[in-house]
């Protein structure tokens, strides 16, 4: 099976913009989570979206936002940019049942200027 | 907060030595956890787990210890590879949630 897909892998934006990233799981996974990671705060969970509904949230500004299709794809957004927004977000996939292991793709390299 | 915690941001090992990567954990839901492993520019990679009714985990060289009255788990390499060099992340999982809470990592460098 072809692995977790995230487009693009790197983004350079200015502040103020907003901008969307995506996420293919892999096939048959219909969980998809997103995580933030940078340097001083490791990796931090954004949310997560199973079969086209947001089931549990981080604790992250309203200004992160994500929505799920039915072919299980995910994107995130991020409106109003802020240099702190700089980071590298990933997306994870799983199989249903709940203590399996979530697989993650390469990541989108996210720079705010 | 950080629910989970790896105080050591750094550890160099030499190669064929063992290598030890702790992480203390705070929530007492977590039931089950995972270590990650993490290269520059890729995504982290599942390495190992282990649920809250065991002690102790094994896959090849790498095993996994969890000492639940301590609320610490520890992940042991032996023996200890150049491959092996990257950051480690451990993750607490609890049986209410769908979230990992992961800890900051750490970077293990192995010298030949």
């Known amino acids: 099976k072809a692995g977790v897909t995230q487009t693009p892998r790197y983004l350079i934006k200015t502040r103020g913009q907003q901008v969307t990233l995506s996420c293919s799981p892999i096939?048959?996974?219909?969980?998809v989570s997103w995580y933030q990671q940078t340097p001083g705060q490791g990796l931090q969970f954004l949310f997560e979206?199973?079969?086209?509904?947001?089931?549990n949230k981080g604790n992250f500004p309203g200004r992160f936002s994500g929505r799920q299709f039915s072919n299980s794809r995910s994107e995130m957004n991020v409106s109003t940019l802020e240099l702190g927004d700089s980071a590298l977000y990933l997306c994870?996939?799983?199989?249903?049942?709940?203590?399996?292991?979530?697989?993650f793709g390469p990541g989108t390299r996210l720079t705010v200027l | 907060d950080q629910q989970v915690k790896q105080n050591s941001p750094s550890l160099s090992v030499q190669e064929g030595r063992i290598s030890i990567l702790n992480c203390d954990y705070t929530?007492?839901?977590?039931?089950?956890f995972l270590w990650y492993k993490k290269y520059p520019a890729e995504g982290p990679t599942f390495l190992i787990s282990?649920?809250?009714?065991?002690d102790k985990n094994e896959d090849g060289r790498f095993t996994v210890f969890l000492n639940k009255s301590a609320k610490h788990l520890s992940l042991h390499i032996v023996p200890s590879q150049p491959g092996d060099s990257a950051v480690y992340f451990c993750?607490?999982?609890?049986?209410?949630?769908?979230?990992?809470?992961f800890g900051k990592g750490t970077s293990l460098l192995v010298t030949p």
């Open positions: 994870a996939s799983k199989e249903e049942s709940h203590y399996n292991e979530q697989f």
């Open positions: 993750a607490g999982l609890s049986n209410s949630g769908y979230a990992l809470n």
């Open positions: 096939s048959g996974h219909r969980s």
């Open positions: 282990i649920s809250s009714i065991k």
């Open positions: 929530n007492s839901m977590f039931d089950y």
């Open positions: 979206y199973f079969s086209e509904t947001q089931r």
